[in-house]
């Protein structure tokens, strides 16, 4: 079972960036899938999260009207599109797919949001 994800880097306040996150080794189209982040000396957090199907989606308030995930189960990949971003938005960002008992998280991905 592999989840990797890619896409972070450095962008100025108010840029924006698209995080990927590849599924393998297991059947992608039957996990929920997730996006959670954790800045230094605070806790992970959950950002986005997405149904089987792709037709509901949950943000974090912090994140309302500037991140949108989305997901393609043919492609084995779901996005975390960034807008707008602000400095609070430094973190490394995982991937997380589950169901039921089963869970498995991405190595993670540092997004520096930074002028």
């Known amino acids: 079972v592999q989840v990797v994800e890619s896409g972070g880097g450095l962008v100025q306040p108010g840029g924006s960036l698209k995080l990927s996150c590849s599924g393998s080794?297991?059947?992608?189209?039957?996990?929920?899938m997730s996006w959670h982040r954790q800045a230094p000396g605070k806790e992970r957090e959950l950002v986005a999260s997405?149904?089987?199907?792709?037709?509901?989606?949950n943000y974090a308030d912090s994140v309302k009207g500037r991140f949108t995930i989305s997901r393609d189960n043919a492609k084995n990949t779901v996005w975390l599109q960034m807008n707008s971003l602000k400095p609070e938005d430094t973190a490394v960002y995982y991937c997380?797919?589950?169901?039921?008992?089963?869970?498995?998280w991405g190595q993670g991905t540092q997004v520096t949001v930074s002028s």
């Open positions: 997380k797919s589950w169901r039921t008992t089963q869970e498995y």
């Open positions: 997405i149904n089987i199907g792709g037709t509901i989606t």
């Open positions: 080794g297991f059947t992608f189209s039957n996990y929920v």
